[in-house]
């Protein structure tokens, strides 16, 4: 993908704002910006943590169940509006990256 074809959006998208994906096969509309979290319930049996130390049965489970899905900690996620479906679903724009200030704003501690 060269340069040219690249999408300028800016970090934060306002609610109503529509856009397209890179590839301008989908159209979305912005409803408002989310944290996307990270269920450790879903963690395959009999992992119970983030970590890796042993294998514990799910009644020892410590700490936070919902932690912030590293994987888009960069990058700004979204609930959006399918614009041709109608369709509610939650994207990450992986193609935005966050500078260091958005970062700590979307998902810093309150």
């Known amino acids: 993908?060269?340069?040219s074809s690249a999408i300028e959006l800016p970090p934060v998208?306002?609610?109503?704002?529509?856009?397209?994906?890179p590839?301008?096969?989908?159209?979305?509309?912005?409803?408002?910006?989310c944290c996307r979290l990270f269920d450790r319930e879903q963690l395959p049996w009999p992992?119970?943590?983030i970590a890796w130390r042993s294998k514990e049965p799910s009644w020892r489970r410590i700490g936070r169940r919902l932690v912030l899905d590293?994987?888009?900690k960069r990058h700004p996620s979204?609930?959006?509006?399918h614009i041709e479906t109608?369709?509610?679903i939650v994207i990450t724009l992986y193609w935005v990256e966050l500078t260091p200030s958005d970062r700590q704003w979307w998902y810093g501690k309150a």
């Open 47 to 49: 992992c119970c943590r």
């Open 78 to 81: 979204y609930w959006v509006r």
């Open 1 to 3: 993908m060269d340069s």
């Open 13 to 21: 998208l306002a609610s109503g704002i529509q856009f397209s994906s």
């Open 23 to 33: 590839g301008r096969s989908f159209s979305y509309e912005v409803v408002g910006a």
């Open 86 to 88: 109608g369709a509610m």
């Open 70 to 72: 590293s994987a888009t």
